[in-house]
């Protein structure tokens, strides 16, 4: 790994750069629209009694360039936990230094460390430089499966 590549785990101190980088997501994956969260409900929700998600962050040359949000999961089929991948992120202009792979890897070190049995996670069907990086990287497109999703509006 490029030693300019740092990966920690954030703080609540963070939560500003968290919060402007999930909105770069956002708009990069033309959802800007959908996002509706504000730094205070992240905070809450990140770093509060309740907290369920793991963040870490990617730092170049000691600038936070990009972020990986994942959480514990489990499978029935193999009896384990896992790792979902919400949302891994690396500001365009960063990208191709290995910062994305670097931040892939540490999660998968991770799972492996606390022996669960895979980590998992979505891309957009029109994301393609993203699908190349992950089947370069040996990760299987599980095409036989739709995601489905129902939001609190229709519960």
């Known amino acids: 790994m490029d030693n300019k590549i740092f990966i ?7 939560v500003p750069t968290i919060f402007a980088l999930i909105k770069e997501l956002a708009e990069f994956e033309k959802l800007a629209d959908q996002l509706k969260t504000t730094e205070d409900e992240l905070r809450k929700t990140l770093f509060g009694k309740d907290r369920f998600v793991e963040i870490l962050l990617a730092e170049y040359e000691g600038v936070v360039v990009g972020q990986a949000l994942f959480f514990k999961n489990f499978s029935t089929f193999l ?4 790792i979902y991948l919400e949302d891994l992120y690396v500001k365009p202009e ?3 230094k290995g910062i994305g792979k670097a931040l892939l890897y540490k999660i998968i070190s991770i799972a492996k460390e606390r022996n669960y049995g895979r980590v998992e996670w979505s891309v957009l069907d029109w994301n393609e430089p993203a699908i190349d990086f992950y089947q370069k990287i040996g990760a299987i497109p599980l095409n036989d499966w739709t995601m489905f999703r129902m939001t609190a509006d229709k519960f």
């Open 8 to 14: 920690r785990n954030a703080s609540e101190n963070d």
């Open 94 to 96: 960063m990208r191709g």
């Open 79 to 82: 009896g384990k936990p896992g």
